[in-house]
């Protein structure tokens, strides 16, 4: 989506947990695009994140808030207590951070 965004000449700003992955964005892009490493599911990232955003680029006319990630296969029962949360952290608390810390700017 960010290339996508990029080459109709958007501004694009976003995060990334893989800070190697991030990099390779922020280069391909270029200013004045840019591009954080951020871990949503810890609510202190994402604030320190979106000041810097908002200071930055002010308060963006677009949010999209879709970090996620799956468990593997298997009936819930099967699936480990710490794969399980993961999930929940990040799809449930990762998205109330990013909303938390932006929604109030606009």
């Known amino acids: 989506m960010a290339d996508e965004f990029v080459r109709?000449?958007?501004?694009?700003?976003g995060c990334?947990?893989?800070?190697?992955?991030i990099e390779k964005l922020r280069q391909a892009a270029g200013a004045p695009h840019d591009f954080?490493?951020?871990?949503?599911v810890s609510d202190d990232e994402v604030k320190t994140?979106?000041?810097?955003?908002?200071?930055?680029h002010g308060?963006?006319?677009?949010?999209l808030?879709?970090?996620?990630?799956?468990?593997?296969?298997?009936?819930?029962?099967?699936?480990g207590a710490?794969?399980?949360?993961?999930v929940v952290d990040t799809n449930l608390k990762g998205v109330a951070n990013v909303i938390r810390h932006f929604a109030p700017r606009w």
């Open 82 to 86: 710490r794969e399980f949360s993961e």
């Open 16 to 21: 990334g947990r893989s800070a190697k992955d």
């Open 36 to 40: 954080y490493p951020v871990n949503v």
């Open 49 to 56: 994140w979106a000041s810097v955003v908002l200071s930055a």
């Open 65 to 79: 808030n879709n970090a996620a990630v799956i468990n593997g296969s298997g009936r819930l029962w099967e699936i």
């Open 59 to 63: 308060a963006p006319d677009l949010l």
């Open 8 to 13: 109709q000449g958007h501004t694009v700003v």
